[in-house]
């Protein structure tokens, strides 16, 4: 029996509390209590004092039992073993989103612009929403249009030539009527290479977009790229149901520019400039530069309009349009 055994034997036959015993040796009750639980041991005077308060004798220090220490749970083998089945479950579970994103998008892959096979080719651009959900951004007329302020899940397939491999894929945009590198940016960029065939981005669709977004392959001197037209439309609300992108610009003696509409059919909307001789509208929606200026392109529906302004410049220069906003209100008669 050990001494703290001993004494707790003690305390009770007598039936003395810890605090009792405790006053008796002038101790606190906590060192009693870690006497009795072995945690620590009384000093040779204290021994002495247990013996005459409880009438019992302890035995010498190498007559008790000694404990074993009990080894520690963490040691390097289960630290191992931790990390690797750490590194397996998270290796399952990027496993079994991948297959998810591909399995549930209805996205047909676009036709490579290399189809020879030794050079590198895109075979699939996927959209899905933050919860990885499929998006169908496509609205038929080569528009793509996302919610402004939403976060995309841009996936990108590409298949490696028997000539050169993909070391890196990016992304950039480039706003609509502009088509120059000093408007081009690049939103990301990611490695490829050591087998894997797909790039993942998370992309922050501006308030304000109308443009081009580039997907691009780099790989052995050359570079692969598609090109799919985007824009924004402010998250919907129960009193606004026709909606315009904020602003746009086009440069004179270059092409006009289709403005992509959503909320109403394009047959059945009508379209005004609020200054023809900056910039004229057809019934379908193109909208043609005339002269150097500010206009305002609207699109009337039932009950509803938005609108949509437009610069036009004589050349492309690196700055933006101040103050574009979307603005979308009922007709007031």
């Not at 009770?12 to 906590?30: F, H, I």
């Not at 000093?43 to 074993?68: C, I, K, M, T, W």
């Not at 610069?311 to 700055?319: A, L, M």
Request: one cysteine or more; glycine letters at 8%; proline letters at 8%.
């Amino acid at each position: 029996m050990t001494i703290g055994e001993c004494i707790k034997q003690a305390r009770e036959n007598l039936g003395m509390t810890q605090e009792a015993l405790a006053e008796k040796l002038d101790v606190s009750r906590q060192a009693v209590s870690k006497w009795e639980l072995g945690a620590s041991v009384p000093s040779p005077e204290n021994l002495e004092l247990l013996e005459e308060v409880l009438g019992v004798s302890f035995p010498a220090p190498e007559e008790q039992p000694q404990s074993v220490p009990k080894a520690p749970f963490w040691n390097w083998k289960r630290v191992v073993l931790l990390i690797l089945g750490v590194l397996m479950i998270l290796g399952i579970i990027s496993g079994i989103i991948f297959d998810l994103l591909i399995r549930d998008s209805h996205r047909a892959a676009p036709t490579p612009i290399y189809p020879d096979i030794s050079e590198p080719c895109i075979t699939g651009i996927y959209f899905f929403d933050g919860d990885a959900a499929p998006l169908q951004p496509d609205l038929g007329d080569g528009w793509n249009s996302f919610t402004a302020g939403e976060r995309v899940l841009v996936l990108v397939e590409f298949e490696d030539g028997a000539e050169h491999s993909v070391n890196a894929v990016s992304l950039f945009l480039t706003p609509a009527g502009t088509e120059t590198l000093d408007q081009r940016e690049q939103i990301a960029i990611q490695a490829a290479g050591e087998g894997r065939n797909f790039a993942l981005f998370a992309w922050d669709i501006p308030q304000s977009l109308m443009g081009h977004l580039e997907i691009v392959l780099e790989g052995g001197g050359r570079k692969v790229t598609e090109i799919l037209n985007v824009t924004a439309v402010p998250s919907p609300e129960e009193d606004e149901a026709l909606t315009l992108p904020g602003g746009a610009v086009l440069i004179i003696g270059e092409p006009g520019l289709t403005l992509p509409v959503s909320g109403a059919p394009r047959e059945e909307i009508i379209w005004t400039s609020s200054n023809p001789d900056v910039a004229e509208v057809s019934d379908g929606g193109e909208v043609l530069p005339v002269s150097l200026g500010r206009t305002v392109i609207t699109a009337s529906w039932n009950e509803w309009s938005a609108e949509c302004q437009v610069e036009v410049r004589s050349k492309p220069v690196p700055t933006d349009i101040p103050g574009v906003s979307i603005s979308r209100q009922k007709n007031r008669a």
